[in-house]
């Protein structure tokens, strides 16, 4: 049995008798019922996650996955395919947005290159090279199958030893330029959204360049002819090196029984695959944020979630998922450091 199937089998459902206990304590604690709102859902679903009505304190880790894009020589992204490399030397010296929001978070960040042009040599960025790159899925597609597991496979790798040390919490991150382009085309094969409803500007393209770029993903669908029912051709075809990638890391952390935190467009298009891939897997996702990205909310409509706050970000990287673990952690505090009405003696009108 491959990898892949054998963490399939292994992902079940968030335990829902677990979640109504953690309700229950919740609404013994030191306030009226309900009051806390998505707080307590949030303290809630972790549980039901996790298994249990006292799950800890969060150990965190945020992934950020990075690959190049073949489809960026149709001149699809306002920045050269260059900047990927250079982004993930930002990241291995701590400058890039991620890093300090990783460190104000209190989680481990792990940088990966999934499939970048020029290989990246350099302390903390950890080399998963599946290939040097995507292909431009405008004349085939961007992987072939085997790739696009082997892809998945390297971030369920990458998972398993997050929860083996510890980590009870991971985020999504991911760095690619051009992925935009691929996030939209899976995102319109696989909600079936028209392309005005799911391409955007990515990094800060004008009006002609998103006209543009609907042309090269209706191109690429129309070449590759993906099967909207067959979520790994959709991948495969349409995807990224580094969305692959996690695709697998969610699919490793729901299979673990781990929380996985959701980052922003192109993040939620692997989760999105990665719920396809195993509907289950949808039990383990909170969204952080909704970004400006247009397509984004398609994907959250598919991932049947709603993203804990909106703050207009659309830079990636992982960056909402870090701000959404401190909701986690003021949750989960609520959970298990907040008196209850008896222990305070508080009277409970049970409202």
């Known amino acids: 049995m491959t990898t892949l199937a054998a963490t399939l089998q292994q992902i079940r459902e968030p335990d829902r008798h677990v979640a109504a ?15 806390l709102g998505r707080l307590e859902d949030i303290a809630c679903q972790v549980a039901a996650i996790r ?14 996955m990075a690959g190049d894009h073949g489809v960026a020589d149709e001149s699809v992204s306002a920045y050269p395919q260059a900047v990927t490399r250079q982004m993930l030397l930002n990241f291995a010296s701590g400058g890039a947005a991620i ?22 040599d350099a302390p903390g960025v950890r080399a998963v090279r599946i290939a040097a790159g995507t292909r431009n899925f405008v004349h085939g597609p961007a992987m072939t199958r085997d790739e696009a597991i ?70 690429a669908i129309d070449a590759n002819r993906p099967d909207p029912d067959d979520a790994l051709d959709v991948l495969a075809k349409l995807g990224g090196l580094e969305i692959a990638g996690l695709v697998g890391v969610t699919l490793g952390g729901a299979a673990a029984g781990v929380p996985i935190i959701v980052d922003g467009f192109i993040c939620g298009a692997a ?24 397509g984004h909310r398609s994907v959250l409509a598919a991932l049947d979630r709603q993203p804990l706050f909106d703050l207009d970000l659309r830079l990636g990287e992982g960056t909402g998922a870090a701000l959404a673990m401190s909701l986690v952690d003021a949750a989960l505090a609520i959970l298990h ?15």
């Open 337 to 351: 450091d907040m008196a209850t009405f008896a222990a305070a003696g508080v009277s409970d009108s049970g409202a």
């Open 150 to 219: 082997a892809a998945i496979e390297a971030g369920i790798a990458i998972a398993e030893e997050l929860v083996a040390g510890g980590i009870n919490l991971i985020g999504l991150g991911e760095m690619g330029i051009a992925n935009t382009t691929s996030a939209s085309a899976l995102a319109a094969v696989l909600t079936g959204a028209p392309l005005d409803n799911v391409t955007g500007r990515g990094t800060g393209l004008d009006d002609a360049g998103i006209a543009r770029k609907r042309t090269v993903i209706r191109r």
């Open 21 to 35: 206990q953690a309700q229950r304590l919740l609404d013994n604690k030191t306030k009226p019922r309900r009051s």
């Open 51 to 64: 298994g249990t009505t006292a799950p800890g304190p969060a150990r965190k880790a945020i992934v950020v």
């Open 271 to 294: 989760a999105l695959v990665a719920r396809r891939l195993s509907p289950a897997a949808g039990g383990a996702l909170l969204c952080s944020h909704r970004s400006v990205e247009i």
């Open 99 to 120: 890093n300090v929001l990783a460190r104000n978070a209190g989680a481990r960040l792990v940088v990966v290159d999934m499939g970048v042009v020029e290989p990246v």
